[in-house]
Each structure stands twice: as C-alpha cells, then as structure tokens.
C-alpha cells in the first residue's frame, strides 16, 4: 500500500539558512507524482511543488527545489534562504498515476524559522 | 481568479446533530475532493468527484458521511448524528485533470467542525 513518511516532527533553521525536510514513500506503480503544501497557522494548504516519477530533473520553483532520488524513494523538500514567513507546517504528499486521484499525506513537519 | 471556497469557516455542533459542509471549486475544475485533518494530523482523504462519473467514496469513515456534488460544481458533505471524533478541520480541494500533467490540487480555507 502507498504510505508516505516524514520523519521530522520539528525543524528550526536560521533566517537566510537552507533548510531540508525529509520525505520517503512507498508505491508499487512506476507512474506518480509528489508534491509538497505548507500549511501556515492560518489553515489553507498552500501547493509548493510537484515532482512526476519520470521527471529526469529535479524540481525548482523559486526558493523551493525538491531532491528526488528515486531509487532510494526520497523526495526532500529544499528551501534556500529561510525567511521567517517559511514557519509553517510542511506536507508531503503522493499521488498514484493508475489509481485514484487521491492524495496521500505525510503526517506533516513543523518549521521554525528563528531571527 | 477566486480560488476553492468553503463555508461555513467554523462550525460548532451538538452531539448528534446533522451538519452540512460547503465547497464551491475553482471554475472550470472537474475534480473535486475531500479530505478531513484531525488535530496535529496529516490529511485524510474521504471522498472525489470527478465529472459525472461515480465518486470515489472509499475513504468515508462510516455511513453517517456522506457527499453530492450538483451541477458539477458546488459539492457539500454531511455528517449525519455527528459524534465528538467527528470534529476536525474538512478541507476540499479542486484540480483540473485536463490542465497538465501535475494535476495539482488547490485547497480550500477549510471548515472547522467542533462536535461538543
């Protein structure tokens, strides 16, 4: 069954410091994709990046990049330069090509950003 | 253009009631889904429409939920004889599966539902 693993509860970073978040999943389909939401203190889930299982590069959109190995089944989420609005709750999620649409969820990573 | 919207933002119930949540999607998205998120969880998926196909209602937690989607747009879920483990915030989401190959879902504000 497709599961998705975060192992870091919480994370705290320094302003203008990178930052990783670790994300593992487990698929048995060839196709999918990975995406990763922030989910501010406010609620909304905001969508960050998306990464397909045949995308030969890595992900970037802006601060964000996303450093998919896929042999090792990892798709940690980068953010360069922390500012102090990055604090939020981060996701990672999978979505199975030949499945539902459904998404699948990690259970999250809280990061701080300190000054 | 308006992003996924939801009403009611907070929602605050009686053991037992019935309640009614409301999504109204991003336009021209086909797809529409559910998802509940419980206190310090990851998100829970619970129900998808997509066009006029039947929905995907695996992820509904009993027969008290259920969802309808009218007009292939506006969709609201109820939870009948709501229970206090009913309580949790209810996010939907849109996409447009025709839009490309990301597929990406966008979200709504979420609805907060406290079952007293």
């Known amino acids: 069954a497709q599961k998705i693993t975060q192992t870091q509860p919480g994370m705290f970073v320094q302003e203008k410091e990178a930052v990783t978040l670790d994300c593992t999943y487990d698929t048995s389909d060839q196709s999918y994709g990975l995406f990763w939401y922030k989910q501010p203190s406010s609620g909304e889930m905001i969508f960050l990046i998306y990464?397909?299982?045949?995308?030969?590069q890595n992900a970037t959109e802006g601060r964000y990049s996303l450093n998919f190995q896929k042999a090792r089944k990892s798709a940690n989420l980068v953010i360069s330069a922390s500012q102090l609005g990055d604090s939020a709750m981060y996701f990672c999620?999978?979505?199975?090509?030949?499945?539902?649409?459904?998404?699948?969820f990690g259970t999250g990573t809280r990061l701080q950003v300190f000054p | 253009g308006a992003g996924v919207s939801q009403s009611p933002s907070n929602k605050v119930t009686e053991k037992g009631k019935d309640v009614e949540l409301r999504c109204d999607p991003i336009s021209g998205h086909t797809a529409l889904y559910w998802y509940r998120q419980s206190l310090g969880q990851g998100l829970e998926f619970l129900i998808y429409f997509q066009g006029n196909s039947a929905p995907d209602k695996s992820g509904l937690p009993s027969d008290r939920f259920s969802a309808e989607r009218t007009g292939g747009s506006v969709s609201t879920l109820t939870i009948q004889r709501t229970q206090q483990e009913d309580s949790a915030v209810y996010l939907c989401a849109s996409s447009d599966p025709a839009g490309g190959s990301t597929d990406t879902q966008y979200f709504g504000p979420g609805t907060r539902l406290t079952v007293l």
């Open positions: 999620a999978m979505r199975e090509e030949y499945n539902t649409d459904k998404l699948i």
């Open positions: 990464q397909g299982s045949y995308d030969e």
